[in-house]
């Protein structure tokens, strides 16, 4: 088939409307989702004492960390599945988590606290977290690597290293409800060091995937 | 130069909004310079250039497939050069080099520079002959026959509908067939 001719097959397939990038990375993550909740409910479940955390600040700032963090990797990975793009302009949306967890841990600081600063460091579910947050990344990963190969990322370890922030921050959403460790020094070791682990997993698999 | 860029983003507007001549002039418009462009990465890799008819419908596949990755606010080249700065690379990196593709090789374009086709594509051909019958008759009907996606239906005693579906699956197949080579 010489050039004209392929040409001439793409005039006639001009009608064909492909869906928009965000629209399919939406509809797969909302299809994971209940994977993972599932995984939540059958292992670990909502911790008992909620109603008295919730009027901890610290148990709230754990969410507005891990949703932060699932919101600007979704807008960061998003831009990333066009191919002209990079991270520039950009990649500040992720330093929105990271800039709340040290307002968290500043505010800590200035509070008196109970607890010696290392075993809030240290807590009680670090090997809880290690393990709950990837294994419950792992559904929503496979979906928002799905959903950005309907793009065009020219850069797919870095587009899957972001679809590993999408995971993890949702997983974590999840884990955070579980986990009675609110001290944001906590949060910032080992979700962090969770999250860096899916975010490793997200870039050798979307080096692989996310080529088009 | 600057005239021709909002020409193709003019061209990619009308398209995008039903236009198929709009879109067959864009890709006409657009594929001397991906030939260029693909003759100057291949020599800048120390590869023969009878390559690049290959690359230059490698890329073409792409622009189809994810044009709806172009943002219709945005100027249409610098999205049309990195598809094509990817295929490239990739195309060579498959051939074993690792290379480093000059982004001036999109950048401009010699106007005298010869780039009309000269050693015919192999790949796309080769693939289609391993797609399933249907969407390889509707394919070669439209593409080779000339024939239109109606006369193609009457044809294979086909709804349109159906051959547009057989249409687009082929393309698509095509290209993951290419990928996977």
Redesign the interface.
């Known amino acids: ?21 965000g629209f399919v990375l939406m509809l797969a993550l909302l299809a994971a989702a209940p994977v993972s909740v599932a995984m939540f409910f059958a292992e670990l479940g909502v911790r008992p004492d909620v109603m008295t955390a919730m009027r901890n600040p610290f148990f709230d700032l754990k969410f507005a960390v891990t949703l932060a963090l699932a919101i600007s990797a979704i807008a960061v990975s998003l831009h990333l ?4 793009a990079s991270l520039r302009g950009f990649g500040w949306m992720l330093l929105v988590p990271a800039g709340l967890l040290v307002a968290g841990i500043s505010g800590e600081m200035m509070t008196p606290q109970r607890l010696p600063m290392m075993t809030r460091l240290m807590g009680r579910n670090s090997m809880v977290c290690l393990t709950a947050i990837p294994a419950m990344s792992l559904p929503l990963l496979a979906a928002a690597l799905f959903g950005l190969r309907h ?2 990322p ?1 850069r797919p370890a870095v587009a899957g290293a972001i679809a590993g922030l999408v995971s993890a921050g949702l997983a974590a959403t999840l884990y955070a409800s579980h986990c009675s460790d609110d001290s944001p020094l906590f949060v910032a070791t080992w979700y962090t060091i969770a999250t860096a682990l899916v975010a490793a997993i997200g870039a050798l698999a979307g080096s692989r995937m996310l ?2 | 130069m600057r005239e021709r860029e909002d020409e193709w983003t003019g061209l990619m507007r009308s ?1 995008i909004s ?4 709009a ?2 002039r864009l ?2 418009s657009v ?1 001397p310079v991906l030939r260029a462009a693909a003759r100057r990465g291949l020599a800048r890799a120390g590869q023969p250039a009878d390559q690049s ?1 290959d690359i ?2 490698d890329i ?3 622009v ?8 219709a606010n ?1 100027p249409f080249a ?2 049309l ?3 094509a ?2 295929k490239l690379i ?1 195309a060579l990196r498959r051939r074993g080099r690792r290379v480093f593709v000059n982004i001036d090789d999109f950048a401009e374009t010699i106007p005298s520079e010869p780039a009309a ?1 000269t050693v ?2 192999s790949e ?2 080769a693939q ?1 002959q391993a797609l399933p019958a249907r969407q390889r008759d509707v ?1 070669q009907s ?3 026959d ?1 024939a ?2 109606k006369d193609t239906a009457a044809k294979f005693a086909m709804s349109e509908g159906a051959v ?1 579906v057989a ?2 699956r082929g ?1 698509a197949s095509l290209t993951a067939k290419l ?1 996977e080579q």
Do not use: C
Request: charged letters at 25%; zero cysteines.
């Open positions: 088939m010489d050039t004209d001719q392929l040409i001439r097959s793409l005039a006639a397939d001009n009608s064909h409307r492909a869906r928009p990038v599945s066009r191919p002209e793009g065009a020219t080529r088009f | 398209a039903g236009d198929s001549a879109y067959h890709l006409k594929t008819e230059v419908q073409l596949l792409a189809h497939l994810k044009r709806h990755t172009w943002d945005a610098p999205w050069f990195a598809i700065r990817n990739d086709e015919p594509a796309v051909a289609l394919l439209i593409a080779v000339s239109s996606i547009r249409l687009h393309l990928r």
